[in-house]
C-alpha cells in the first residue's frame, strides 16, 4: 500500500499550483495498492518485463513528485507521479468498457502532451497494443494506417482533427486543456467511475515479454509505410532511456567553448569533417549510433578511440562516421555475404573479411529488435533469414572490428561494374564548402550501364555566388571530388535544386528523385 494524501495537498497546499489542479478523477485515492493481478500459474521467480512497472513503481515511492509539465497551452497543467498513474488507470478502465480486448490496437494522433504519455501506459494497462501516428502523414496515410492495423480506437489531438475525418473508427478527441469539458477529459472520468473499487489489481499483469505492445509505422522511402511490431520487454527498455527532455543546438556564433568535454550521440547519417570541426569547436565530442528505425535503441556504436584525437580532422571524420561495433544491448552485429541468386534462403550466413574492402550486409540480433512486420509474414521471413535481421544496409568490416556503411542495398550504383556508394559520393559532395545537402542516384547510361547523378542544394550563403552559372557550379563539384572518389564514382550530372523530396521524418525520398531521373 502506499499512502498518497498529499496528492490533492501537493496543488493545494502552493498557491502557485493551485491553478493546475487536475480534474477530480485525477486524484488518486489515499490508500493505493500498486499491484496489477498476477494471473494464475507464474512461478514465484519470475517477473516479466512490462513498461507499466516503472510508471507504478514511480508513483509508489514518489507519489508527490513532479512527473509531467505541460506549460505552452492556454490551460497548462501539472501532474505529479501519483496523479499521472491514476489518470493511466482511468485510461485503462475506459477501454475496457469501451469493449477493447488485449491485443487490440488504439491509435494515437497528437504532439508531444500528457496524453500520448498517458496512451502509452494506459493502453498497457488494458493489455492492448498502441499506435502512434506520425502527426505529419497525410489524411490518405493516416487512413491507411488506420485500415491497416484495424484500430479499434483512435485519439486525436484537436488541431489534427482533419486527419480523421470521415475514419470508420470511434474518434475521441483531445482538447489539451485538462478540464472536464474536454471529451477526453470525459472519456477519463468516464473510466475512473468504471473501475469503481477495483483500482490496479482489477487490471492484469501481462505474463508473456513476446505478447505485442506497440505499432509503429515507418515513414515509407519506398512506398507505402510498413508496420513494425514491438513486445513487452523490449517497451521495456526503451521507457529507461528518460526521453524526458528537449535540447536543441542553434547556430550561435558567440557561444563558448564547454569547460568540459560533452559528448553527443549522432545518428540517421554520418558525421561530417565540417561538422565533427564545428561541434570540436566548442568541446563537443560526436558519438556516432547506428540502427534506431528497426530497434530500441543503436545497434552498434562507434567508441572514440583517445589517439584518433592526433589524426587530422578529415582523417578523425572518416573514423568517426563508421557505425563501429556492436552496441551493449546488441546480442550481436556482423557483416555477411548476401544471399546469391539461386541460394536457398535457409544457408547459414558467411561473414566477410574483415578487410574493410569486402562488402556485405549488416546483420544483428539481440532483445531491442523488433518482433516482427505486422500482417506482413513474407517480409518478415526475409528480414530474418539466418536467424538474424537482415538490415539492407551494405557495410565492409574494418580490420579493428569496425563496421562501416556503404550504402543501402538498393541505392549502390552498378557502374561498368563496379560498385558506387551513393552514400560515399554524398559524403565527399557534402565536403565542398558551397553545398548545404545533396543526394546521388543512379542514372542509366548507354556504355556504363548506371552513372551518378547528384541533386544539390546550394548553401544560403552561397547561392548568390553560382546564381546563373549552374554549370561552372557543376564542373567546380566535378573537379572538388575528381581526386577524392574513383572515375567510376565521380557524379557525370549534377542538378541545382531549391529543396529535395523528403518524408515527414525527414528523410530524402530518393524514390522520388528516381522518377525525376526516369524522365530525363
Not at 497543467?77 to 499521472?84: A, D, K, N, R
Not at 531491442?368 to 539492407?392: H, L, Q, S, W
Amino acid at each position: 500500500m502506499a499512502n498518497i494524501q498529499c496528492a490533492e495537498e501537493f496543488f493545494m497546499a502552493n498557491e502557485a499550483l493551485r491553478h493546475f489542479r487536475p480534474t477530480q478523477a485525477s486524484i488518486p485515492p489515499r490508500e493505493v495498492n500498486y499491484r496489477l493481478r498476477l494471473p494464475s500459474g507464474v512461478p514465484v521467480h519470475i517477473h516479466a518485463l512490462n513498461p507499466l512497472a516503472f510508471l507504478l513503481r514511480a508513483a509508489q515511492v514518489y507519489p508527490s513528485k513532479l512527473a509531467l509539465v505541460h506549460p505552452d497551452v492556454p490551460h497548462p497543467v501539472i501532474y505529479s507521479y501519483g496523479v499521472w498513474a491514476q489518470r493511466v488507470q482511468n485510461f485503462a478502465y475506459a477501454l475496457i468498457q469501451a469493449g477493447v480486448k488485449p491485443t487490440d490496437r488504439i491509435a494515437i494522433i497528437a504532439p508531444n502532451t500528457p496524453a500520448v504519455a498517458e496512451a502509452y501506459h494506459g493502453v498497457l494497462g488494458a493489455r492492448a497494443v498502441i499506435c502512434a501516428i506520425n502527426t505529419r502523414l497525410t489524411h490518405g496515410e493516416v487512413a491507411y494506417i488506420l485500415e491497416h492495423s484495424e484500430s479499434k480506437l483512435v485519439f486525436v489531438d484537436h488541431e489534427y482533427t482533419h486527419l480523421v475525418k470521415g475514419a470508420k473508427v470511434p474518434v475521441v478527441v483531445i482538447n489539451d486543456n485538462g478540464r472536464e469539458d474536454d471529451p477526453y477529459e470525459q472519456f477519463l472520468t468516464s473510466g475512473r467511475k468504471f473501475s469503481g473499487e477495483r483500482g490496479w489489481p482489477g487490471l492484469e499483469w501481462e505474463r508473456n515479454e513476446d505478447a505485442p505492445c506497440a505499432l509503429n509505422y515507418t515513414s515509407g522511402t519506398t512506398g507505402r509505410s510498413r508496420c513494425v511490431s514491438g513486445y513487452e520487454a523490449l517497451s521495456a527498455f526503451f521507457r529507461e532511456l528518460r526521453m524526458g527532455l528537449q535540447i536543441g543546438l542553434i547556430n550561435a556564433p558567440q557561444a563558448r567553448r564547454l569547460e568540459r568535454p560533452v559528448r553527443a550521440i549522432i545518428a540517421g547519417s554520418a558525421p561530417t569533417a565540417h561538422l565533427i570541426g564545428e561541434l570540436e569547436k566548442i568541446n563537443i565530442v560526436p558519438i556516432h549510433v547506428y540502427g534506431l528505425t528497426c530497434t530500441y535503441g543503436p545497434s552498434t556504436k562507434c567508441y572514440y578511440q583517445p589517439h584518433w584525437m592526433s589524426l587530422s580532422l578529415e582523417e578523425r571524420a572518416k573514423l568517426l562516421a563508421r557505425q563501429g561495433h556492436s552496441f551493449a544491448t546488441a546480442e550481436d552485429a556482423r557483416v555477411v555475404f548476401q544471399l546469391k541468386e539461386g541460394e536457398i534462403p535457409d544457408a547459414p550466413l558467411v561473414d566477410v573479411p574483415k578487410d574493410g574492402k569486402t562488402m556485405g550486409e549488416i546483420v544483428f540480433r539481440g532483445n531491442i529488435v523488433m518482433k516482427e512486420y505486422f500482417k506482413d509474414p513474407e517480409a518478415t521471413c526475409k528480414a530474418f533469414r539466418g536467424g538474424y535481421f537482415n538490415t539492407g544496409d551494405l557495410a565492409v568490416w574494418h580490420p579493428d572490428g569496425y563496421i562501416a556503411v556503404q550504402d543501402r542495398s538498393k541505392d549502390i550504383i552498378i557502374s561498368g561494374g563496379e560498385n558506387a556508394s551513393s552514400l560515399a559520393i554524398e559524403q565527399e559532395l557534402a565536403t565542398h564548402p558551397d553545398v548545404l545537402e545533396v543526394s546521388v542516384v543512379a542514372r542509366p547510361h548507354p556504355k556504363w550501364g548506371e552513372r551518378p547523378m547528384a541533386f544539390v542544394i546550394l548553401h544560403p550563403q552561397k547561392a548568390a555566388k553560382w546564381k546563373g552559372r549552374h554549370a561552372e557550379f557543376e564542373q567546380d563539384l566535378k573537379k572538388h571530388v575528381r581526386g577524392r572518389l574513383p572515375g567510376f564514382a565521380c557524379p557525370e550530372w549534377v542538378s541545382v535544386v531549391d529543396e529535395l523530396p523528403k518524408t515527414s521524418t525527414g528523410k530524402i525520398q530518393k524514390v522520388e528523385l528516381r522518377k525525376l531521373v526516369a524522365k530525363l
